[in-house]
């Protein structure tokens, strides 16, 4: 049962551009979204998160995007940088703290 | 270093042996979470247990999977009679009562 979905699995962008990363999710009890960017052999960090009761947030040059009605959210990166590419996976989690995960899109920045 | 400690960071095994993960949260995190890497595929959740608490194990294989976080000392996934299809990266990761889960780096399992 997939609850979370990453469509894409790979991307390619060139460097200074805006990289736009997607996630589809099913589970209207989800409140609270998060993105991770994992690097090979490492394990997945934190990058930026989302509550349910906003629809944008953003740090430096990371914002994300949550469209509840479309049950929807989005990563942007801009301006792209070759030292972003990695595999980025995005999280939901409902009231009872289990998260589920998509399953990743690989980015990568050419320079 | 404060961050959630895994190990071993490689363990191989041979069919039908077993195999023991362990996984240190940060300080003061009281949740721990289990994932599981297939080659070429996300992180799928297996596990979420608080001190000495199983809360959800609905993405647990029945057989041969268990986990456990004693109330003294790491967090311990265990399988038993490993098969090839074991291979895996698994992740630990840990959280306060919030959101936010911190991974660890990781234990790769290779099963011959």
């Known amino acids: 049962d997939q609850q979370v979905k990453q469509n894409s699995p790979s991307l390619s962008v060139q460097e200074g551009r805006i990289s736009i990363l997607n996630c589809d999710y099913t589970?209207?009890?989800?409140?609270?979204f998060l993105w991770y960017k994992k690097y090979p052999a490492e394990g997945p960090t934190f990058l930026i998160s989302?509550?349910?009761?906003?629809d944008k947030n953003e740090d430096g040059r990371f914002t994300v995007f949550l469209n509840k009605s479309a049950k929807h959210l989005s990563l942007h990166i801009v301006p792209s940088q070759p030292g972003d590419s990695a595999v980025y996976f995005c999280?939901?989690?409902?009231?009872?703290?289990?998260?589920?995960f998509g399953a990743g899109t690989r980015l990568t920045v050419k320079p | 270093n404060a961050g959630v400690m895994q190990n071993p960071r490689h363990l191989v095994r041979r069919r039908g042996q077993e195999a023991r993960l362990r996984c240190s949260p940060m300080?003061?995190?009281?949740?721990v979470y289990w994932y599981r890497q297939l080659p070429e595929e996300g992180l799928k959740f297996m596990v979420y247990?608080?001190?000495?608490?199983?809360?959800?194990e609905s993405g647990m294989p029945k057989e041969r999977f268990s986990a456990e976080f004693p109330k003294e000392g790491p967090s311990i996934l265990r399988i038993q009679q490993v098969v090839r299809g074991d291979s895996a990266a698994y992740f630990c990761?840990?959280?306060?009562?919030?959101?936010?889960?911190?991974f660890g780096p990781g234990t790769r399992l290779t099963v011959t």
């Open positions: 990761a840990s959280s306060r009562s919030n959101y936010e889960q911190y």
């Open positions: 589970n209207s009890m989800f409140d609270y």
């Open positions: 989302i509550s349910s009761i906003k």
């Open positions: 999280a939901a989690s409902a009231d009872n703290n289990d998260m589920r």
């Open positions: 300080k003061g995190h009281s949740h």
């Open positions: 247990l608080q001190k000495e608490n199983i809360i959800d």
